[in-house]
């Protein structure tokens, strides 16, 4: 059973980073393919970008380049998102998910964090 | 780069048929999803690629895709349904993800 915990929730102020974790237990870390989805309060969804471990490198989408750093430590497999020069509409709960196939890029996502309220805030 | 239109809400009786349509370019050649999120929870797959029903998820749902349009039908609707749902899609030409705006569906 395939298990995702975040880290617990933040608080910063405009301009600053956030870093939240995502450890995963079960299945295959190195091949799984993690994403990271962002919800507004009372908003829809939306795909932050993503991490394989195996290969180096993330991908993101084009709103969050040059903002957004996905990363994944094979030790102790755990994923993590780190958005720089936070701006009061960046509040939202991200959330971590994993593809249900492994290495598969277009798969839906079998596993889902449980969310991390990022607050920000002066 | 795609959007994904879904209607904003739907509403349905106990024991009726729910259908919430997601429309976007060529649906009918990509990996559609569909989600399933309940207030203050995470979301949870209902429908992978189209029509593929993941196990622990009622019979009662079923996916279908034609052309530009994907549907997501919920026969013999109960409460217990009532949710938002998004549908989810790969873009294999800019390699992302997009996901519908969502449906609020709600049960009379």
């Known amino acids: 059973q395939v298990q995702l915990v975040q880290s617990g929730a933040e608080v910063q102020k405009p301009g600053s980073s956030v870093k939240v974790s995502c450890a995963a237990s079960g299945g295959t870390f190195n091949n799984s393919v993690f994403h990271w989805v962002r919800q507004a309060p009372g908003q829809g969804l939306e795909w932050v970008g993503r991490v394989i471990p195996v290969f180096e490198g993330a991908k993101y989408a084009q709103k969050f380049r040059g903002r957004v750093t996905i990363s994944a430590d094979k030790f102790t497999a755990t994923i993590y998102m780190e958005l720089s020069n936070l701006k009061l509409e960046d509040t939202a709960v991200y959330y971590c998910?994993?593809?249900?196939?492994?290495?598969?890029?277009?798969?839906?996502?079998?596993?889902w964090g449980q969310g991390t309220l990022v607050t920000v805030s002066s | 780069s795609s959007v994904l239109t879904q209607p904003p809400s739907v509403s349905v009786a106990p024991g009726k048929t729910a259908t919430i349509t997601c429309g976007g370019d060529n649906l009918g050649v990509k990996a559609v999803h569909w989600n399933q999120q309940k207030p203050g929870q995470a979301p949870v797959v209902v429908i992978y690629y189209g029509s593929d029903r993941p196990s622990g998820i009622p019979e009662r749902f079923s996916g279908s895709i034609s052309g530009n349009m994907a549907t997501l039908t919920i026969s013999r609707v109960e409460a217990g349904d009532e949710a938002d749902y998004y549908c989810?899609?790969?873009?294999?030409?800019?390699?992302?993800?997009?996901f519908g705006g969502g449906t609020k569906l709600t049960v009379l």
């Open positions: 989810q899609v790969w873009d294999s030409g800019d390699d992302h993800v997009l």
């Open positions: 998910a994993r593809s249900r196939s492994p290495m598969s890029t277009s798969d839906g996502f079998g596993t």
